[in-house]
T-cell receptor, first 114, second 115 residues
């Protein structure tokens, strides 16, 4: 069965410093992976997705993620944090059992300090 | 192009009651998925509807049921509400015409509180 583990429940950074949100996945075959962001009282927004093309995936708002099969990781990074990046981030794997069910990690809350 | 909308925004119900949540999918999308997000947790898949038929179901009891209408809008019904049903309910629409994994677009959610 597929699953994702987000290694940090909370991450705190200063504005202008790099962001690293860590995610490991478990899958018996080549997975489809996503990062979603959820701002307070808002729905989920897709940041980026990996679909077995390029291993380095660029998303919106300057975020990117690298798929590393040898490490079963899909970490999310951003070179310079902005105050507006403060939100909950979810690493997600798609269950390709015919209906594209999304399996979410527990989430990482990112705090950005001035 | 309109996004995914959900109604109501907030809802308070009493244990044992029944509730209906509604979702309008994004224009052109024929697939709707429902997720439950308990406080402090990631969303959990409830079920998915494709062309008015249930297409897959997560680990939720039968008192969670749904419908999809010809215009692809959807309802989530929960009978015999329990306190643990208090959560944010998210609807996501998609169009599986471009090959998996196709993107799911989420609505803002309905916050259900059961007292």
């Amino acid at each position: 069965a597929q699953s994702v583990t987000q290694l940090d429940s909370h991450v705190s950074v200063s504005e202008g410093t790099p962001v690293l949100l860590r995610c490991n996945y478990s899958s018996s075959y080549s997975p489809s992976l996503f990062w979603y962001v959820q701002h307070p009282n808002k729905g989920l927004q897709l940041l980026l997705k990996y679909t077995s093309a390029a291993t380095l995936v660029k998303g919106i708002n300057g975020f990117e993620a690298e798929f590393k099969k040898s490490e079963t990781s899909f970490h999310l990074t951003k070179p310079s944090a902005h105050m507006s990046d403060a939100a909950e981030y979810f690493c997600v794997v798609s269950d390709s059992g015919g209906y594209n069910k999304l399996i979410f990690g527990a989430g990482t809350r990112l705090a950005v300090h001035p | 192009e309109t996004g995914v909308t959900q109604s109501p925004t907030h809802l308070i119900k009493t244990r044992g009651q029944q509730v209906t949540l509604r979702c309008s999918s994004q224009s052109g999308h024929n697939t709707v998925s429902w997720y439950q997000q308990a406080l402090g947790q990631g969303p959990q898949f409830i079920f998915q509807y494709y062309r008015e038929e249930e297409n897959g179901r997560g680990n939720f009891p039968p008192r969670f049921s749904g419908l999809q209408f010809p215009n692809y809008s959807s309802e989530l019904n929960v009978n015999a509400l329990e306190l643990d049903d208090s959560a944010l309910y998210l609807c996501a629409s998609s169009f599986p015409g471009t090959g998996a994994p196709y993107e799911q677009y989420f609505g803002p959610g309905t916050r259900l509180t059961v007292t």
